[in-house]
């Protein structure tokens, strides 16, 4: 289980990491950081990730997330919190 990625966006090898490890079993990654800008979810889907949240996280975003995640298991992108 992949449990964290530290500067997910600033390093080949932890892109790698992600992308590996989502091939050997059905992986849904979230990126969380304090950035929320487009170059910032670019960068999240460029690395591997399904979904991206900004920090100060809110609950209820991502329980709408992992719910979603849950029920479909299929998602189109990163996408802001304020989308999820």
Do not use: C, W
Request: net charge positive; glycine share 10%.
């Amino acid at each position: 289980m992949l449990r964290h990625v530290p500067k997910f966006g600033t390093t080949r090898r932890s892109s790698l990491h992600l992308r590996a490890a989502k091939e050997r079993q059905a992986l849904k990654g979230i990126a969380l950081n304090g950035f929320g800008m487009e170059d910032d979810l670019r960068t999240s889907r460029e690395s591997g990730f399904d979904y991206h949240l900004t920090k100060p996280i809110e609950f209820q975003k991502l329980e709408s997330v992992l719910r979603e995640i849950g029920s479909s298991g299929r998602s189109t992108g990163p996408s802001a919190a304020g989308n999820h």
